[in-house]
């Protein structure tokens, strides 16, 4: 069997799949789009979807690193489901396209995860 075509089962999903997928809010709207997924090369879990939001036409993105364990993925949207709002994910940690993040900086990791209000992928 050629991999191509076998890029999602019903529990599984290739990383190329995920990206491009639409982040949506409990009451419907679209918030953004996942941009990439950051993976633990050691557990093998995924550890943030990153999500675009904002700016027009691809300029001004924002980018928000989200816990994956905040997504959940709703069949009937095609798309990714998040208990948060706009206003939320406005003060939300974020970089912009030419920022530079240190993601071994667990006290960084950290701070994305509370403000979330869930605990680290790496506990």
Do not use: C
């Amino acid at each position: 069997m050629m991999y191509d075509s076998v890029k999602e089962t019903s529990r599984l999903i290739s990383a190329d799949k995920v990206e491009g997928t639409n982040v949506y809010n409990g009451t419907g709207d679209k918030l953004g789009s996942i941009d990439n997924v950051m993976i633990d090369k050691q557990t093998g879990k995924v550890a943030y979807a990153m999500m675009s939001f904002g700016g027009f036409l691809g300029l001004g993105e924002k980018y928000h690193p989200l816990p994956w364990s905040l997504l959940k993925y709703d069949t009937g949207k095609g798309g990714y489901l998040v208990n948060l709002d706009k206003r939320t994910l406005e003060g939300a940690p974020m970089y912009g396209e030419n920022d530079t993040i240190n993601w071994e900086d667990q006290a960084w990791g950290k701070k994305v995860h509370d403000y979330y209000g869930v605990p680290p992928y790496w506990y």
